[in-house]
């Protein structure tokens, strides 16, 4: 157990430096971040660590998205509801909703 919390930051920030554009790379900033997080609210409350890394990575990596290079993006809403956010090229970016 103790080798896969040694060897996971480490496989995270080699991804990191492998990613290809500025969206990957704040995705997985968030995720790491959030992980961290979901794992120390995890351990204070007495729940599963594991658990509670994937919840917060999960929702790190939308906010890394989201918030990339220190900018908070506006989210809006298509005709479909699906709720998007435009990137510095123009592009609709959507985001998942999953519940």
């Known amino acids: 157990m103790r080798n896969t919390w040694i060897l996971a930051p480490v496989l995270a920030i080699a991804v990191t430096g492998c ?47 989201i918030t990339q290079d220190g900018r908070q993006r506006k989210v809006y809403r298509d005709r479909d509801g699906r709720r998007y956010w435009v990137d510095d090229h123009g592009r609709r970016r959507h985001i998942s909703d999953r519940r």
Not at 37 to 64: F, K, N, P, Q, Y
Request: net charge negative.
């Open 19 to 65: 990613a290809s554009n500025a969206d990957q790379r704040a995705a997985v900033r968030g995720a790491l971040i959030g992980a961290a997080g979901g794992a120390v609210v995890s351990a204070a409350t007495g729940g599963d660590l594991a658990e509670g890394a994937a919840i917060g990575a999960v929702g790190g990596a939308a906010i890394g998205v």
